[in-house]
């Protein structure tokens, strides 16, 4: 495994500093640069842990904490390991952070991420690559469609409400996306039933986006992330092979 740099770093916004994790490959040299968003459970050590082995994969790798609005990561005491019976206090915690971020919000969001790592000596010329977790997968997918002159490859894993009848779904960006996408679609998903599935595979299918959508059988909402009990390590693997296969073709 590739040696990696990791800091913690302070990027102006529209809105005020949003922290967050920076990690690249050691030497000094530029790496194509990926924007990492996280899950609803935040910036925290399993997913520095998570960035880092992306980085020791040759890529410069930013991980923002999406609520800074609400305050410096983690911005709710988490445990070690989270389970079931913890999930509706977390998410009841993170309620007014949830409220900050709103699709107006997220998307001046990206255009500071995106411009602080093409300042980046560490990042190198080019396109970005995006990938998203839970929530963060509708945050890679309207990423992608607001600056597609920026992003030419973006992921979600076990993302949530992507395909939505809300005015402001993110799916209502595939007009917009000239990257190519991959999602890993967690099976029996509530935040993203079969249904959903169905209408973004026609959106992007109808506007001629390059995309694959998987379903992983048997893997539950979040099995991307190893310090909860959702965690399947086959499916993670399965999504490291996926993700990287995905950069590889474009960054």
Known sequence: MTTVSTSTI???TRDGTADA????????????AVLLYMDAFGLRPALRTFADRLASAGYTVLVPNVFYRTGRAPVVELPDFIDPAQRPDLFKSLGPAFQALTPENATRDA???LRYLAGLAQAAEGPVGV????????LALRTAGAHPDRVAAAAGFHAANLATDAEDS?????????????FGHADED?????EQVELLERTLTAAGVRHRTEVYAGAPHGFTQSDTAAHDPAAE?????ALLDLFRRNL
């Open 10 to 12: 302070d990027i102006p």
């Open 21 to 32: 994790y920076l990690v690249h490959p050691g030497g000094g040299a530029p790496h194509p």
């Open 111 to 113: 255009d500071a991420y």
């Open 131 to 138: 990938t998203g977790y839970c929530m963060g997968g509708a």
């Open 170 to 182: 993110p799916h209502l960006s595939a007009d917009r996306i000239t990257a190519e996408l991959y």
């Open 190 to 194: 509530p935040g993203m039933p079969p």
């Open 237 to 241: 693997e399965r999504h490291w092979e």
